[in-house]
């Protein structure tokens, strides 16, 4: 299996070349990098060479099917399978193959996503529009309601630094972190994203914040969690450490972003909110801590995350508006109007939105459909809130070790 691991990622870096952003991270060894010419055109001949090179892969895999394997090998047979057919895949699309939503989920991240109706939402929005009376549209209002938890800027990177410190602090306590592992901050503009983490290698990451819109009380921990401790730079160190280094394993030295490893990446990143702060222990945290250093009033604080409980269920509008815009069902202002009035965004971040999905496409299901695949996984297999210690080691196992999203529904 190591020659086919390491194939994977000379194949993965090849086809980096003609698609821009599918390689997010690579710490391997320097010399497997092909070099980046001018000509780097996609024709039938790359494609050929390519679509002839993955299922070579393929079929390597196939032949040691037979192989008596140990459970962990029998995860990396599975890992890699999955990202080879995924990058089948990619292949396809760069060649100008064009996927329905669903069938390009499928094919690039292993996952189908649901579809939820409007009357699913509306149910949830009735109840968001008796919290918040008063007149005109409901998204409006919820926005007029966000602007008084606004994180003043020049209040930003104390609020961030108080949050990882603590993200850090609470993930310690069940995750032996490995030694010299630490991140950077930067605050930037004009990105699609809210925020970004640049994994470099060598247990160090590089977490990008955009300012692009005034940023939430709420963000602080969401993002110090999921691009930080235990999310995005957790997961990476941990993959380096106890697969690349230690097993070996060549394969995880190279991230690929649109790849089924990145449902498990964007999916563990968003339940480990969760793990770092259960229940009520975040809305305690932040009213005692972030707020005075914020300067914010917090006695509307429980209202807020009453209000935000119901907002976070209304993820899956986002999924329904990508799935719509993308297959050519609505155009520009259409999806616009469905975001502002189903998942309660202000104009100008659902045109953020829109940005992202247009850039990302069925990319966005790994956040929520993601997060709901890991929560339920670990849950299932006894890591419920009531018994942390199961829960959290549930979780490092799974950030650890080779996983696929079927794999993790099985």
């Known amino acids: 299996m190591n020659d086919v691991a390491e194939q994977y990622v000379r194949l993965v870096l090849e086809i980096g070349i003609y698609k821009p952003d599918y390689v997010d991270a690579y710490y391997g060894p320097k010399e497997w990098e092909p070099v980046n010419t001018s000509n780097n055109q996609v024709d039938s001949n ?3 060479s390519l679509t002839g090179k993955v299922d070579d892969l393929l079929n390597k895999l196939e032949a040691l099917g037979e192989y008596q394997a140990t459970e962990l090998e029998t995860l990396r047979y599975r890992f890699l399978y999955k990202q080879l057919l995924s990058v089948k895949g990619m292949i396809s699309i760069i060649a100008g193959s064009e996927f329905s939503f669903d069938m390009e989920a499928k094919i690039l991240y292993d996952a189908e996503p649901p579809q939820y109706s409007p009357e699913h939402f509306q149910n949830i929005l009735d109840k968001i529009d008796e919290m918040l009376p008063g007149e005109g549209k409901l998204s409006k209002r919820l926005d007029d309601f966000r602007k008084q938890f606004i994180i003043p800027e020049e209040k ?23 030694e010299g592992e630490s991140f950077k901050i930067e605050y930037v503009n004009d990105k699609p994203w809210g925020a970004y983490n640049w994994y470099k290698g060598k247990c160090f990451s590089i977490i990008q914040v955009n300012t692009d819109l005034p940023v939430y009380m709420d963000r602080a921990v969401d993002l110090a969690a999921h691009e930080g401790y235990p ?3 957790i997961y990476n160190t941990l993959l380096e450490e106890k697969l690349t280094k230690y097993k070996g394993w060549i394969e995880f030295s190279v ?11 964007e999916g563990s990143a968003n339940f480990g909110i969760e793990m770092a702060f259960p229940k009520n222990s975040r809305m305690k945290f932040e009213k005692k801590v972030l707020f005075p250093l914020a300067n914010l009033d917090s006695s509307k604080v429980e209202l807020y995350y009453k209000v935000l409980e119901l907002t976070d269920k209304l993820s899956y509008a986002g999924n329904e508006a990508a799935r719509n ?4 069902n609505w155009d520009k202002d259409e999806t616009l109007n469905y975001m502002v009035n189903f998942s309660l965004r202000s104009k100008e971040r659902a045109i953020k939105s829109l940005e992202f999905i247009e850039k ?16 339920d996984y670990i849950e299932r297999n006894g890591g419920i809130a009531e018994y942390p210690e199961r829960r959290w080691q549930l979780f490092e196992e799974l950030l650890s070790t080779p996983q696929t999203p079927s794999g993790l529904m099985e």
């Open 360 to 375: 990302y496409r069925s990319y966005v299901i790994n956040y929520n459909l993601g997060k709901d695949i890991v929560k």
């Open 156 to 178: 930003l990177d104390t609020v961030f630094n108080a949050a990882i410190n603590e993200c850090r602090n609470r993930t310690s306590k069940y995750i032996k972190l490995p």
């Open 231 to 233: 999310g995005h730079h």
């Open 46 to 48: 790359v494609i050929a």
């Open 325 to 328: 815009y993308l297959d050519g």
């Open 255 to 265: 991230y690929p972003l649109f790849s089924p490893i990145s449902l498990i990446a």
